[in-house]
């Protein structure tokens, strides 16, 4: 019954380590967000695919890239993770051609940590 | 002017009271005014939601109030349960053209017994 599947739901790594994320969606929504939610703040965007187009926030940091090779997955890589990226990563879908066009559907996140 | 005020930041509510979080934007292009319920170490999830074509929605005992003249609103909370304590977020965003949510700050509500 699951919409959106984020995986895994907590990720261990070290300082420096490249780590992945993945998020996938039955959904088939053409919107898919990356958000970065830390400790009693709002989620704040990291960038989403409007299908395949790729849009970057301005203060997105560059260790942060993002991948999506299908309208169902999508991928956030963490090329150098620094102690300050210990956060709950949050993926988000939206169906901007199909039912309600704003409404976004958030997955469960995945609670990432860095030692 | 792309900011979405939120408060209070926190709530504390006896079980059975109102509960009532107020949201304030400045952009007059929004047009789509979710709230966002999100418990520790979940996603957020769709509450409910208004557009600026009506004043008020209600589902079950939540409730939307939206005063487009003072580009206010709220969402009212009635007969406060325990299993209400969460963290609620309001936001908005513009239909067709850049449907990215602009968050507010979040209320952290309690409801004690």
């Known amino acids: 019954d699951a919409m959106v599947i984020q995986n895994p739901r907590y990720q261990v790594t070290q300082f420096g380590k490249p780590v992945t994320l993945s998020c996938s969606q039955t959904?088939?929504?053409?919107?898919m967000y990356w958000y970065q939610q830390k400790s009693s703040q709002a989620p704040k965007l990291l960038f989403h695919?409007?299908?395949?187009?790729?849009?970057n926030e301005a203060d997105t940091p560059d260790n942060f890239q993002s991948r999506r090779p299908n309208t169902s997955f999508c991928f956030l890589d963490i090329r150098s993770p620094g102690l300050g990226d210990a956060a709950m990563y949050l993926c988000?879908?939206?169906?901007?051609?199909?039912?309600?066009?704003?409404?976004?559907?958030f997955g469960p996140g995945t609670r990432l940590t860095v030692l | 002017q792309q900011q979405v005020k939120q408060s209070p930041q926190s709530l504390i509510v006896q079980k059975g009271g109102i509960s009532i979080i107020n949201c304030a934007y400045e952009?007059?292009?929004?047009?789509?005014f979710p709230w966002y319920q999100q418990f520790p170490g979940k996603g957020p999830a769709l509450l409910i939601a208004?557009?600026?074509?009506?004043s008020e929605k209600k589902e079950g005992r939540f409730t939307i109030s939206f005063n487009k003249s003072a580009k206010q609103f709220s969402l009212h909370i009635m007969d406060s349960q325990p299993g209400d304590s969460a963290t609620y977020f309001c936001?908005?965003?513009?239909?067709?053209?850049?449907?990215?949510?602009?968050f507010g700050t979040g209320t952290r509500l309690t409801i004690i017994p």
């Open positions: 936001a908005a965003s513009i239909s067709f053209g850049n449907e990215k949510l602009t």
């Open positions: 952009n007059t292009a929004f047009d789509y």
């Open positions: 208004i557009r600026p074509d009506v």
């Open positions: 988000a879908t939206q169906g901007a051609r199909t039912g309600v066009p704003n409404e976004q559907f």
């Open positions: 695919y409007y299908d395949k187009d790729f849009n």
């Open positions: 959904l088939n929504h053409n919107v």
